[in-house]
């Protein structure tokens, strides 16, 4: 197939047609990209441009494509890690209530994982994986090659659960990620008050950051003059906001995709 272990492509069909014995005028489809560096994902995107292309000219169809979002892999800072989770060891995980473990047990249940609740320990910190294996996608991403970048998670949903699914956002309005959002915010705070009292650890993040940015030049992903996907906010908010629209720059209402072809030939009668 001619896609490396690390390289990863999510798709949809977002438009496929109204009925199944009616021809579409149009049909759409969305990808997501992902691979172990800029340069990889721009190889794997540009092979799935090949391929809709040719699947295009084989349906004797027309292809448009638009680029919609970019961002470059994550530059992890070992030292930053370690002082969040020193943090994070001393504050202490989450502390959820019997309720929130009773829900956590019946959104598992209903999706078929093991019924465990909420987490009541943190995750050890552990090394990298050798490899690129997936991982989160981020605009922090880019922030983390202009300068030194710690990421910290905390538990705001039920473990075992698939992300982008119903039930991870069932909890995000609850006591459960309340929680979440309250230790978070500690162990942010409490690093930054180490950054400020430890000098020592700052240094360390910075000589690290530039040690692994040696010889790397950083450039966006999106292409230049790409327009962002947007939507116009209601009368109201720009009113409010004191805002115009469109945006300097932008071209608004977005030129619609109109199907223009015909029907190819099937050959002489």
């Given amino acids: 197939k001619n896609v490396a272990p690390s390289g990863r492509f999510h798709y949809a069909i977002i438009n496929g047609g109204g009925a199944p014995n009616v021809t579409p005028d149009m049909c759409s489809?969305?990808?997501?990209?992902?691979?172990g560096s800029p340069a990889r994902a721009r190889v794997l995107y540009d092979k799935i441009v090949d391929c809709a292309k040719a699947a295009a000219?084989?349906?004797?169809?027309?292809?448009?494509?638009?680029?919609?979002?970019?961002?470059?892999?994550?530059?992890?800072?070992?030292?930053?890690a370690e002082l969040l989770n020193d943090n994070m060891r001393q504050i202490g995980a989450p502390?959820?209530?019997?309720?929130?473990?009773?829900?956590?047990?019946?959104?598992?249940?209903?999706?078929?994982?093991?019924?465990?609740?909420?987490?009541?320990?943190?995750?050890?910190?552990?090394?990298?994986?050798?490899?690129y294996t997936g991982g989160l996608a981020t605009d922090t991403a880019d922030i983390s090659w202009q300068a030194p970048t710690a990421v910290l998670l905390s538990a705001a949903y039920p473990p075992g659960l698939p992300n982008h699914n119903w039930g991870v956002t069932a909890t995000a309005a609850t006591n459960i990620g309340h929680q979440a959002l309250l230790s978070a915010a500690r162990y942010l705070a409490a690093g930054a008050i180490d950054l400020i009292e430890q000098p020592e650890r700052l240094d360390?993040?910075?000589?690290?950051?530039?040690?692994?940015?040696?010889?790397?030049?950083?450039?966006s992903m999106i292409p230049d003059g790409t327009q962002p996907p947007l939507y116009e906010p209601p009368a109201e908010f720009l009113k409010a906001?004191?805002?115009?629209?469109?945006?300097?720059?932008?071209?608004?209402?977005?030129?619609?995709?109109?199907?223009?072809?015909?029907?190819?030939?099937t050959g002489p009668n």
């Fill in 29 to 35: 489809i969305w990808f997501f990209v992902r691979e």
């Fill in 57 to 80: 000219q084989a349906s004797q169809t027309r292809l448009v494509h638009k680029f919609h979002s970019a961002t470059w892999n994550l530059l992890a800072n070992k030292a930053g």
């Fill in 95 to 131: 502390e959820f209530t019997d309720a929130d473990h009773a829900l956590a047990k019946s959104i598992q249940k209903s999706l078929g994982k093991p019924e465990v609740g909420m987490p009541t320990e943190l995750t050890p910190l552990a090394p990298p994986a050798a490899a």
């Fill in 204 to 219: 360390a993040m910075k000589q690290e950051f530039k040690d692994r940015t040696q010889g790397v030049e950083w450039a």
């Fill in 241 to 265: 906001t004191g805002q115009s629209w469109p945006p300097k720059g932008v071209t608004w209402p977005v030129p619609p995709v109109v199907a223009t072809e015909q029907l190819g030939t």
